[in-house]
């Protein structure tokens, strides 16, 4: 059975960078035998921005935001896929604000009690491609560590796929032939 792959684009521009090497690692990862699906966070309808701290996911056994808008629906269908790649250009040291909404609405696939963490996430992959102008050290390593720490939390497995000292013009950078073994070679991974 073939890896269903969701890519959740967090990139504003969307002719830049990051979704340039995005769609090389969706690709090979189509190529490869994955199933691939498409989320873009950009232009999700929602009531408020990202998670209000309601607490009412908490009080349901539906793993599902209760604020119900387009957005709570996108992130509920997470569920349904093996590896969850979340891809976003590095702003200020941190994912987009639009990534970010989706993000904190993740909240909801969690239950979290005295007795530990239930969740759908559980045995899936979430995955990073991140692009930044900037270095990996004090950069970039800090945008994965705020993926990773948290997924290895609720028992999901980290990959990521990142691209420091971007200096090319958007959508550029995949007229680099390393870039682009890069991207390809990190879409066979998730895909097997």
């Known amino acids: ?41 950009i232009g999700l309808d929602f ?21 119900g808008d387009e957005l ?9 896929y093996d590896v969850v790649v979340l891809a976003t250009p590095l702003y200020w040291w941190s994912y987009t604000a639009q990534l970010k909404m989706f993000v904190d609405r993740m909240y909801s696939l969690c239950k979290f009690s005295e007795d530990g963490i239930r969740t759908v996430m559980g045995g899936k992959t979430l995955a990073l491609i991140a692009t930044a102008g900037g270095p990996m050290k004090d950069n ?29 013009e958007a959508g550029e950078l995949v007229n680099d032939s390393s870039v682009v073994e890069k991207a390809q070679a990190f879409g066979r991974q998730l895909a097997s």
């Open 1 to 41: 059975m073939s890896k269903r792959i969701v890519f959740v684009h967090g990139g504003p521009r969307k002719h830049g960078n990051t979704r340039a090497v995005t769609a090389l690692t969706m690709q090979a990862a189509r190529q490869a035998g994955a199933d691939v699906a498409e989320i873009d966070a």
């Open 47 to 67: 009531k408020v921005p990202g998670c209000i701290g309601c607490h009412k996911c908490q009080q349901t056994e539906v793993f599902e935001c209760a604020i």
């Open 72 to 80: 709570a629906r996108k992130v509920a269908t997470l569920a349904e």
């Open 140 to 168: 970039l390593e800090v945008l994965e560590s705020q993926l990773r720490n948290p997924s290895l939390m609720i028992g999901c497995s980290f990959a990521s796929c990142l691209f420091p000292d971007t200096t090319a």
